[in-house]
């Protein structure tokens, strides 16, 4: 269980540092009204993903990792998208394991 939460407030933690870099490249570029939105919803998605690393809900937390992994401008190309989708799917499966989310019984 407390890998879990490691990997929850890892998860968080990315999710800033993406949204601090979004903000970073808007500024060398000049604050562009396009970047400028990017990185207001990329800062949004991280606020989620704290509010979800704190209360421990998968929900929430991925749906703030996955915000800011696909709407952060960076330079790294698609590399963002994919580490969220990685975080995503390795939280999930560490809780199919753990026992909390149980396969369908139909």
Do not use: N
Request: charged share 10%.
């Amino acid at each position: 269980m407390e890998k879990i939460r490691r990997a929850y407030w890892i998860g968080a933690g990315t999710a800033a540092l993406y949204s601090i870099s979004g903000f970073v490249i808007s500024a060398t570029v000049g604050f562009a009204p396009g970047l400028v939105v990017a990185c207001l919803f990329s800062l949004i998605g991280a606020a989620i993903a704290v509010h979800g690393a704190r209360r421990e809900d998968m929900a929430w937390w991925g749906a703030g990792v996955l915000i800011t992994g696909f709407i952060t401008p960076t330079v790294w190309g698609i590399i963002p998208m994919v580490v969220s989708l990685l975080a995503v799917l390795i939280v999930s499966w560490m809780h199919w394991r753990s026992g909390r989310i149980r396969p369908s019984q139909d």
